[in-house]
């Protein structure tokens, strides 16, 4: 499984590529703004960091606006790839780009209907929103499973990106599940790692390292 950052925060970013498991970053217009920074060289920046595909959103909403913005992103980096919203509008504008070179990624997917229309536009990603359908009393992991048994039972390439995701277990169910990529919030990110059995039982054996030291 990919591990992607949701993020437009370079500290953030700088923190996970030194630790080394850090395969790309999304990012959204929220995000982008809350950071306050120009977004086409807050796009920049972070390529030359991560060495990885990076999601970049567009804003226009019609076909040919989001045409024009995905190929103006596509030029800032090689490492671009361009988001388009899963509409008709975007879903012609995905396979217009696609057609050109440009690799695509299908966000705010809410059903395995959209994510069907995705995978035969070509795009290279296609984001279900997890978080946000558990907000609304929906299970966003039976999103995953249903998009993934329908991308296996036709070979479609379109990699499995699963967005939204607000703790620990939701990466682990979306392993489970077969997603390809799942990307989370650094503090998502963070919480991977931490286990207080794990600080426990390092505790006691260095304390029982040091006793032996002095015996
Ligand atoms: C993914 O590409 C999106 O930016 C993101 O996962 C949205 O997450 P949210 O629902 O927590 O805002």
């Known amino acids: 499984m990919k591990f ?49 595909p990076v999601s970049a959103e567009v804003t226009a909403t019609d076909t040919e606006g989001m045409c024009t913005q995905g190929r103006e992103l596509a030029k800032l980096h090689p490492w671009v790839v361009v988001k388009v919203p899963t509409t008709k509008a975007g879903l012609k504008a995905g396979k217009c780009l696609v057609g050109d070179g440009i690799k695509v990624n299908c966000t705010l997917v809410f059903s395995a209907s959209q994510a069907l229309l995705v995978a035969k536009t070509g795009a290279t990603y296609v984001s279900p929103f997890l978080g946000r359908l558990d907000d609304i009393s929906h299970v966003g992991m039976d999103l995953v499973r249903d998009i993934v048994t329908i991308y296996r039972n036709y070979g479609y390439k379109t990699q499995v990106l699963a967005a939204s995701l607000r703790h620990p277990l939701h990466i682990v169910d979306a392993a489970k599940a077969g997603a390809d990529v799942a990307t989370m919030p650094y503090k998502v990110f963070d919480q991977l790692f931490k286990h207080p059995l794990t600080d426990k039982g390092l505790d006691q054996f260095l304390k029982d390292w040091e006793k032996a030291k002095v015996q």
């Open 4 to 52: 992607f950052l949701d993020t437009a925060n370079l500290d953030e970013i700088r923190e996970a590529v030194s630790i080394g498991l850090l395969d790309g970053v999304t990012t959204n217009p929220t995000l982008v703004a809350k950071e306050g920074a120009e977004f086409k060289q807050r796009v920049i920046e972070i390529c030359e960091i991560v060495r990885g």
